[in-house]
């Protein structure tokens, strides 16, 4: 596993983050979201509705990772997407 798939780890055991869809979504218009994490094999769907969401609240988007690794990485299951929420916890996955 990589060092962002270990960071994101972290930063879901210290509660810097939301997953699943619709939470991710509502995070978006709370203002919370601050970076996405989308998994490469989201469904058409999926990926269009979070991209066009996270383009409205000008929030980037990162579609390196499968849901397989998304998922490992927190331990979690079928995870498609995960909204970080935490500043300090964003600043060391973008290093």
């Avoid at 930063?11 to 939470?23: K, M, N, T, V, Y």
């Avoid at 991710?24 to 490469?40: H, M």
């Avoid at 490992?72 to 995960?82: L, S």
């Amino acid at each position: 596993m990589d060092k962002i798939l270990n960071n994101l780890g972290l930063c879901h055991r210290a509660r810097g983050l939301i997953s699943g869809e619709e939470f991710v979504c509502e995070g978006l218009q709370a203002g919370k979201v601050r970076y996405i994490f989308l998994a490469s094999d989201a469904s058409d769907n999926t990926q269009k509705k979070i991209l066009n969401k996270a383009k409205f609240y000008s929030v980037e988007v990162n579609k390196e990772y499968t849901s397989f690794d998304i998922s490992q990485a927190i331990g979690k299951v079928n995870r498609m997407v995960i909204g970080i929420t935490n500043e300090k916890f964003l600043k060391i996955l973008k290093k």
